[in-house]
Nanobody, 126 residues
Framework: VQLQAFGGGLVQAGGSLRLSCTAS????????VGWFRQAPGKEREFVSS????????AAADSVKGRFTISRDKAKSTVYLQMNSLKPEDTAVYYC????????????????????WGQGTLVTVSS
């Protein structure tokens, strides 16, 4: 499964972006999809996820109330709507796909995901 993440760009603080994650060769609908990000000099961190089996959504504390993950099954696409962006949200954002029944205790762990996209850069200026 090849994932593509796109929608990144340069935005001012307080602005919004919507990232999209799609897959070539296979539908994303049967996979749990997670968004992770990696800022320069920092480790990759969990942002948000949506489980395929029950649409259970999870989000990191740092983005709760600002970022929303959603899935459009007709388009086999997962979105990450990012509002009220802050300079500290600047990072390369990656989408990843894992088992549709991934257990919640693992859903924030990068190692639980099988497939990764190439990343899309989000830059938030102050």
């Amino acid at each position: 499964v090849q994932l593509q993440a796109f929608g990144g760009g340069l935005v001012q603080a307080g602005g919004s972006l919507r990232l999209s994650c799609t897959a070539s060769g296979r539908t994303l609908n049967r996979y749990t999809v997670g968004w992770f990000r990696q800022a320069p000099g920092k480790e990759r961190e969990f942002v948000s996820s949506i489980r395929s089996s029950d649409s259970n959504a999870a989000a990191a504390d740092s983005v709760k109330g600002r970022f929303t993950i959603s899935r459009d099954k007709a388009k086999s696409t997962v979105y990450l709507q990012m509002n009220s962006l802050k300079p500290e949200d600047t990072a390369v954002y990656y989408c990843a796909a894992g088992n549709e029944h991934i257990i919640l205790s693992q859903i924030r762990q990068a190692g639980a995901y099988y497939y990764w996209g190439q990343g899309t850069l989000v830059t938030v200026s102050s």
